[in-house]
Structure formats: structure tokens, C-alpha cells
């Protein structure tokens, strides 16, 4: 693995994890209405979602691009194009801060690790960030593509186990600041959409790995 793959699937990590999703939104209402120990053992559910979802995935992107190398070239557009939605979703107007929670009666922690898990398993954004996020920064050239997968999408779940983590901690404290300054949810929104949209443009412009995967 190369650092630029390791930067660059850190950073579009960074930029998902805090565009606001189901996953966050249910972490911040439980966090606050629950307090902190319930949204950290949501949390853990969410954790074992993505460590579900990049399992299957691994194993899915090893055979698909044994069987078939075009399949690189048509998974990394599908990825960009996702990129570009979520940039979209993110600056278009009309949008609602997740830290205006929702309210949640009190469930005991083996249900609260359950929600977190189905919340994440049944998250789109999850779903389709594995299947098209990955292949964008492996290089099947070099060989051991699950190898590949599990350390780029390890990258990907201890970013997003961090931020989250902070986030549970935090979501108290948060929802009061920023309920005061729409400013800075704004910024948030602009600054996350606008590194989504401009990585999505970099990857559907680059052709250098797809040409390698083919030959």
C-alpha cells in the first residue's frame, strides 16, 4: 500500500464520517437523551456493521476482479458518482442538522448494541461506500487485493469509530453551540460537500489505475 491510498482513503473517511447520516443521527439523539454510556454501546453496534460490511465486500472484490478486470474501471465511476451524491445531499438547501435530535425512550444496552448494528447494516450510505469507496484506492497490479481491502477499510472504520466516539461524547455539548450558530453548521455542510464533490471529480477524471487493472 502507498501512503497517498492510505491519505486519500483517510481523508474521504473523514469528510463521510461527518457528513450527517442514519448513523449519526441516531447516535446523536441517543447520546442525548440517554446520556453517554447508551451511545457508546450503540456505538459498538455500529462498529460490527461496518466490519460486516467490509468483510463481505473483501471477499466480493477478490473474486469479481479475478473474474472480471472491466468490473474495476465500472465500480470506480459507480463510486464517483456516489461521492457526487453525497456532495450533492450535503449542499443542497433544505438541510437538517442531526444535533435537533429526535427523542428516544430508554432501551437496555443489549438492545442499544442491536440498534446501533441494524441502523448501520440497513444504512445505505454504508451499504454502497464499501462496494464503491474501496475499490477507488486499490491497485490490483500490486497483488493481495483483499490485503488491500482490509487495511483501507480498517483505515476507514478506526476514522469513523474516532470521530463518532468524539461525536457520543460531545453531542450534548454540541447540540447546545450549535443550536446558537447556524453559521457554523453551514460551514460544516459546504466544507464536507465541497471535499466530496472535488475527490469525486479527481477520481472519475483519473484513468491511470483503471488502465492498469485491465491490462
Known sequence: MTFGALA???LVALGMVL???????????????QGRRAGLTSLTGVAMGFMAYLGATCFGLTAVFALVPEAYTAIKLIGAGYLLYLAWKT???GGVSVFQPKALRPDPPRKLFMMGLVTNLLNPKAAVMYMSLLPQFIDPAAGHVMAQSFMLGSVQIVISMAINTV???TAGSLAAFLATRPTWLRFQRYAMGTLL???AVKLAADRSRAVVATS
Open 167 to 169: 461525536i457520543v461524547l
Open 8 to 10: 486519500g482513503i483517510a
Open 197 to 199: 464533490g472535488a475527490f
Open 19 to 33: 457528513t450527517p447520516g442514519p448513523n449519526m443521527a441516531y447516535l446523536v439523539s441517543r447520546s442525548i437523551t
Open 91 to 93: 449542499l443542497k438547501p
